[in-house]
Structure formats: structure tokens, C-alpha cells
């Protein structure tokens, strides 16, 4: 154990960015999800497309793939858009912080449309004639009835999701980003201890996904207060 | 219609997202310093969390020479020269050797560091396997698992030269002496200098010795290490090259290496 110190700050660090990435992604998978599944359910034919477009890939291809394509192709073809208006520019850049959260939002966001559009689905039709009855608009529908209805059904394996988020925060350390995968490497190349440092990152993951899981739980229990009192 | 309405906010909202990006100009000389921070002795991040090595050494010293400011990024090898080509960062002082592949895709400066390449395996295991030239017996190799890292100019080397090695890829030089010790591999190549550093002279590293002698065949392992940068930047690499050279001239790379070995590496 004696190896690890001076680590633990670089560890607590490496947390944070974790925590950050997370933080930052759920929010961009929430936004991806409900609006590829707004998509997937309107009229509208193109949405639609673009939406299944969407799920079709992200959900295809590996999520390594996607973090470096997204990373590298960026860059490329910012620089290249930047350039055609001013020469002087010499690169334009995503930092990694931002290439890798937008990337891993935007592949778990795509099973997270799914599963949202499942709820939505889920949500009984006699509630949204309700609220047309009421003379709701369909904008007001989807805040005041379909949402609050919604996220009941969907918490369940949005859980899962969220699982999936922190652990592909792992992968970030491969375009750089210094989270504690990264620190563990570097602790290694210092120390020659590989197995006290990767410990320590199962440590840190077990308990980030640990959090999450009693999150969950205890979400789930509010969501459905009012079904056990009918029970 | 409504709906498509919020969809349309929200897309605008990413866009906004996206537009958190760092435009770099020409104006200020900063270079950015692409390297792996987890090389060590080379380039790597003490428990300080202070980047350190050799290579880092050269970087600083090339930069008060040429008077520019340099930013170091950390990339995974596998990455490096990709990362290079996308405007990643300008320069990559990472223990890169300088070989006819890479020249094909990227520039080099004058070399600051000699490349060569070393098998490491289990201590008198009565290997036959160089005649007396130091030329490798190309037969004898057959069969044997050797672990090398990935991209390198050793996996080149092995699979040009020996394929009748079975060879295993890996990510980190560490993973090398993992499967070393656990037997998943017969041999290692890497270079001589890190396995010294980090392996053989370490408790882990006890059963095992230098099992080569050092392979240096010039169509693999280059001329030596250099600092990497993209094509068309002549003027840049112009100045790279003075400022090599005043650094081997004025002693300052053995003052460097002599912090970490126990001989000049250049």
C-alpha cells in the first residue's frame, strides 16, 4: 500500500473528472434521448430518419470507435471550416473533456431514445386525451403529462444507462483526458505496482456505480408512492 | 409541429455545446508537445503529478533555445501519430523513432537520442537464438511467444524478420513485464534502457536478463529518436534541428540522460 502515496490526490483528481464527465454527459443523454424519441414518435417523416439514423449507428458501432472518430475527426474538420474563412487560424479543437463527454452522450443517448420511446409508448392514451380535452397544447402535453408520466417507466433501465455512462468514462483516458484509469497508468509507469493502482480504480468505479445504484432505488420509491397506498 | 419545434431547440442547444472549442492562432509561438506521460524514464508523471523524463528535459531545453512556450498533451501511442496529423498539438517528443515508414506520413528533426531494441526473457534458460554476429537465428525463433508493444519498431522488426515467432500485441510497456512474469510470454523486446530502469533491476524483474544483444538494424529502428512533427513546417524544423544541436554540442542531453541512467544515450 505503501506505493500509493502521494497518489491519493492524483486519485481524488482523477475522481472529479470522472464525476465531471458523468455529470455532463447525463445531461446530454437525457437531451439526446428524449429528443431522438420525440423524433422517433412524431409525424414528421424526416425526424423520424434522422432519428433511426441516429440509433442505428451509435447503437452499431463500438464505443471506442466513436470517442476517437469523434476526437480526431473533429479536429480535422474543424480546422479545415475554420481555415476557409481565415487562413491565420492554425487549429481549431474539442478538448478532450468535451469530445469525450458529447461522445459517450451520444452513444449511450441512443439507447436511452429507445428506452424513452418505449415509455412514451407506455404512457396511457387516455391521459393525453385528457389533457386534449382540457385543451392542452401538444408542447404542454409532453411537459405536464407525458414526462412526469414517463420517467416512472423509463427509470428502470434508464438505471442501467447511467451504469453504462460511468463505466465508459474509462475510455476517456485514451484521448488523454488524466481520469483515474489515466492516473493508474501513470502510477504504474512510476511505482511497477499494477495491481494496487487498477484496484483502486475498480474501488473508485464500484463506488461511483454503488451511488448510483441506491440513487435509483431510492428515486423509484418516490416515483411510485402513489401506487403503494393504492396497493 | 410543436414537437419538432422543441426538437429544434434542443438541437440548437447542442450546437451551442459544440461551440466550446479552442481556436488556436498564429500569432503567439506556443507549441503543443504531444507525449504518453506513463514512459518512464522518458516521459512520465511523478507522485507530484510533475511531468518528468528525459524526453521532457529535451522539450524544455528545445523550447528555451528556440523561444517558444510548449504545452504538453498526454496521448496513448497508438494515437500519437493520428493525433499529430489532426492538429492534436505541433510536435511529438515521445522517444519516436525515426523510420522511413513514419517519414512517409510526418517530418522528424535531427535525432536526440539513439534507438535500439533488446530481448528480455527468463535468466539461463540456455536460449540459442543469435549466432555469433548477433545476427538472429532465424529458425530457432519458431514457436516462441514475444510479447512487443503495439506500432512500435520492434512488433516491425519481429514481424519482418522472425515470423515464426508467435507475437503478442500490447498497449503499455507494462503489460510487457506482466505477462512476462506470468509466463503468458517466452520474451520481451522493448527498449534496453526502460527494461533496465523499470524491470530488471526491480524485484519482479529478478529472474530475468538480457537474452540479445542490442538490435539496431537501421531499416527498423531508424537512425534514432527524434522530435516529430507535421509535413510543410520547414522553417519550424529548421530551428528544431539548431537547437538539437547546440543541446548535443553544449553537453546539456547527457547532462540529461546521465539524471537517469547510469550512460549517455545519445
Request: hydrophobic share 50%; net charge neutral; with cysteine.
Amino acid at each position: 500500500m505503501e506505493a500509493l502515496n502521494g497518489w491519493w490526490d492524483d486519485f481524488f483528481w482523477g475522481s472529479v473528472v470522472v464525476a465531471d464527465v458523468f455529470v455532463v454527459s447525463l445531461i446530454l443523454t437525457v437531451l439526446f434521448g428524449l429528443t431522438g424519441a420525440a423524433a422517433k414518435l412524431s409525424k414528421n417523416r424526416v425526424a423520424q430518419s434522422i432519428a433511426n439514423g441516429y440509433t442505428i449507428i451509435f447503437r452499431g458501432t463500438p464505443e471506442i470507435l466513436v470517442l476517437l472518430l469523434f476526437y480526431f475527426g473533429s479536429a480535422i474538420a474543424l480546422t479545415a471550416i475554420a481555415q476557409i474563412s481565415n487562413p491565420e487560424i492554425k487549429y481549431v479543437d474539442i478538448p478532450p473533456f468535451w469530445a469525450g463527454s458529447i461522445a459517450i452522450a451520444l452513444i449511450v443517448g441512443s439507447y436511452a431514445t429507445e428506452t424513452f420511446r418505449g415509455a412514451f409508448l407506455g404512457v396511457e392514451p387516455g391521459q393525453i386525451e385528457a389533457a386534449r380535452a382540457l385543451g392542452l397544447s401538444n408542447f404542454k402535453t409532453f411537459i405536464y403529462v407525458r414526462i412526469p408520466a414517463m420517467w416512472r417507466l423509463a427509470l428502470p433501465p434508464f438505471g442501467n444507462h447511467m451504469l453504462s455512462l460511468i463505466k465508459d468514462t474509462a475510455l476517456i483516458s485514451i484521448i488523454g483526458l488524466e481520469e483515474t484509469l489515466f492516473v493508474a497508468e501513470q502510477a504504474i509507469a512510476t511505482t511497477g505496482k499494477p495491481f494496487t493502482m487498477f484496484i483502486v480504480v475498480g474501488a473508485i468505479y464500484l463506488g461511483f456505480s454503488t451511488i448510483i445504484t441506491l440513487s435509483v432505488v431510492v428515486l423509484e420509491k418516490y416515483a411510485n408512492q402513489h401506487l403503494k397506498i393504492a396497493r | 409541429m410543436k414537437m419538432i419545434k422543441k426538437c429544434l431547440v434542443s438541437l440548437s442547444f447542442i450546437a451551442a455545446v459544440l461551440a466550446v472549442v479552442v481556436v488556436g492562432t498564429a500569432s503567439a509561438e506556443k507549441l503543443r508537445v504531444g507525449m504518453e506521460c506513463t514512459y518512464a524514464p522518458f516521459n512520465f508523471k511523478n507522485a507530484n503529478g510533475e511531468l518528468m523524463g528525459y524526453d521532457v528535459d529535451v522539450a524544455k531545453g528545445v523550447a528555451g533555445l528556440i523561444g517558444a512556450d510548449m504545452e504538453f498533451v498526454c496521448q496513448k501511442w497508438d494515437g500519437m501519430i493520428p493525433a499529430l496529423l489532426a492538429n492534436k498539438f505541433d510536435l511529438v517528443i515521445a522517444s519516436m523513432s525515426i523510420t522511413e515508414k513514419r517519414l512517409k506520413k510526418m517530418d522528424f528533426s535531427d535525432t536526440y537520442r539513439i534507438s535500439v531494441g533488446r530481448l528480455v526473457g527468463k535468466k539461463n534458460a540456455g536460449w540459442k537464438l543469435f549466432d555469433g554476429t548477433g545476427r538472429p537465428i532465424v529458425a530457432n525463433f519458431a514457436g516462441l511467444k514475444v510479447g512487443l508493444e503495439r506500432a512500435t519498431t520492434y512488433s516491425d522488426w519481429f514481424e519482418n524478420e522472425l515470423p515464426g515467432a508467435t507475437v503478442v500485441l500490447y498497449d503499455s510497456n507494462e503489460a510487457l513485464y506482466l505477462d512476462l512474469v506470468n509466463g503468458r510470454t517466452d520474451m520481451i523486446m522493448t527498449n534496453p534502457m526502460k527494461a533496465h530502469l523499470r524491470f530488471l533491476s526491480k524485484e519482479d524483474g529478478a529472474g530475468f536478463e538480457f537474452v540479445s544483444p542490442q538490435i539496431d538494424e537501421k531499416k527498423y529502428f531508424g537512425i534514432g529518436v527524434g522530435i516529430g512533427l507535421r509535413k510543410g513546417n520547414d522553417e519550424l524544423k529548421g530551428r528544431l534541428n539548431a537547437a538539437v544541436e547546440t543541446l548535443t554540442l553544449m553537453g546539456w542531453l547527457e547532462k540529461y540522460a546521465l539524471q537517469y541512467f547510469p550512460f549517455a544515450i545519445h
